[in-house]
Structures are given as C-alpha cells and as structure tokens.
T-cell receptor
Framework: NAGVTQTPKFQVLKTGQSMTLQCAQD?????MSWYRQDPGMGLRLIHYSVGAGITDQGEVPNGYNVSRSTTEDFPLRLLSAAPSQTSVYFCASRETGVPDTQYFGPGTRLTVL | DQQVKQNSPSLSVQEGRISILNCDYT??????FLWYKKYPAEGPTFLIS?????DKNEDGRFTVFLNKSAKHLSLHIVPSQPGDSAVYFC?????????FGDGTTLTVKP
C-alpha cells in the first residue's frame, strides 16, 4: 500500500492564482481531511469528508473548496491564492469510528507571493 | 480560544532518561486523546492514544496518562533515545474532528 499520497510536494503561486492540491489514499478509508500547519503552530482542520459525496467545514475553511467524488481522492482547491495561505498542507485519512488514528500524507509546501 | 494546549515549545533530555511531554485541554466532550510524532519534511505519524474512560495506556517505551479532573494528559518516553528527537503533537478527538496542540520539539542528546 502507498498509504496517503500528496502532489505536488512544493508549489509557488502568485496572489490571485488558483490551484488544486491532490490527495489520494489506497486504504479504502471513508474519512479524509485536510490540515494546514503554520510555523510554530499545530495542525488546523480546513475541510473533512466522511465519505464520497459528503464534505464539511473545519476550523479554517475560508478560501478553500473541496469535493469527494470517489473514496480514494480528496482534492483541495484554492480559488484565488493569498499570501495568508502560505503554509504546509497535510492530507489525512482514517477508518470511520474511534479511535481517531489518522494516516497523514507527506505534505505540500505552498508559498504564495 | 485554543482547546488543546502544549505549553512547552521545546524539551531537551539526555539519552536514557525519561522524557515527559504535557498537554492540557478545555473541552470535556473529547472522547479520545492521541499523540503524533513528526519528523522534518514528513507528515505526522500516530504514536499512542487513550480513551477518555481510561487513565493510562502503555505501548513499549511510551505511556500516556490522562487526568480527567485536571483536563491534562502526558506522554512519558522511557528510556529516551536519539531517534525520538522530533516534534510531538497532542490531539483531542470528538466524533468527526481532531483538535491539535501546537507541538513540543523533543531533543534527545546522546
């Protein structure tokens, strides 16, 4: 199993550009989530999904869109990038139920100029 | 209002000694607590968890203690090894979401 994969690893955008961060998992997990980590801070939940076709907002959803058309994929879209979105983005997945043991991808480091 | 707090940004210990990492939370509705370990340029990896109905869980060198009355949990690593040097995140879980602390950077000196 590849686990959770994310592409790209690094990305530089200009303010106002759009892009999609890709996330895929091969563990057949129903639950997937996106976090951002800023320097010296913990992971903050952006959006999450409990299954195909179902998404919901986390703590910091503004400026981001998600969709979940398949169990495997959970892309994160930035419609109009802003410097405040410079961060490291992690995708995670887990089986439904407790305990909440999430498997994280390696992260995407995004810089918005 | 930060619901999960790790008040020590960093901790340095000697190899072979005990490392104690602390975490405080404010929401009594959390039902699981977890510790994740993160190396630079990698995603966090799950380390150990504890249910809110227990007060201790042990896995090899790692033990997590939960004090519900104080809303406090701690991670003990005994003995500490240089390979344990990493950032440790405490997380508190409710049915659909996890809330993370800001992390503690542990350095284990040979």
């Amino acid at each position: 199993n590849a686990g959770v994969t994310q592409t790209p690893k690094f990305q530089v955008l200009k303010t106002g550009q759009s892009m999609t961060l890709q996330c895929a998992q091969d563990m057949n997990h129903e639950y997937m989530s996106w976090y951002r980590q800023d320097p010296g801070m913990g992971l903050r939940l952006i959006h999450y999904s409990v299954g195909a076709g179902i998404t919901d907002q986390g703590e910091v959803p503004n400026g981001y869109n998600v969709s979940r058309s398949t169990t495997e994929d959970f892309p994160l879209r930035l419609l109009s990038a802003a410097p405040s979105q410079t961060s490291v983005y992690f995708c995670a997945s887990r089986e439904t139920g407790v305990p909440d043991t999430q498997y994280f991808g390696p992260g995407t480091r995004l810089t918005v100029l | 209002d930060q619901q999960v707090k790790q008040n020590s940004p960093s901790l340095s210990v000697q190899e072979g000694r005990i490392s104690i990492l602390n975490c405080d939370y404010t929401n009594s509705m959390f039902d699981y607590f977890l510790w994740y370990k993160k190396y630079p340029a990698e995603g966090p990896t799950f380390l150990i968890s504890i249910s809110s109905i227990k007060d201790k869980n042990e896995d090899g060198r790692f033990t997590v203690f939960l004090n519900k009355s104080a809303k406090h949990l701690s991670l003990h690593i005994v003995p500490s090894q240089p390979g344990d040097s990493a950032v440790y995140f405490c997380a508190a879980s409710s049915p659909r979401k996890s809330t993370f602390g800001d992390g503690t950077t542990l350095t284990v000196k040979p």
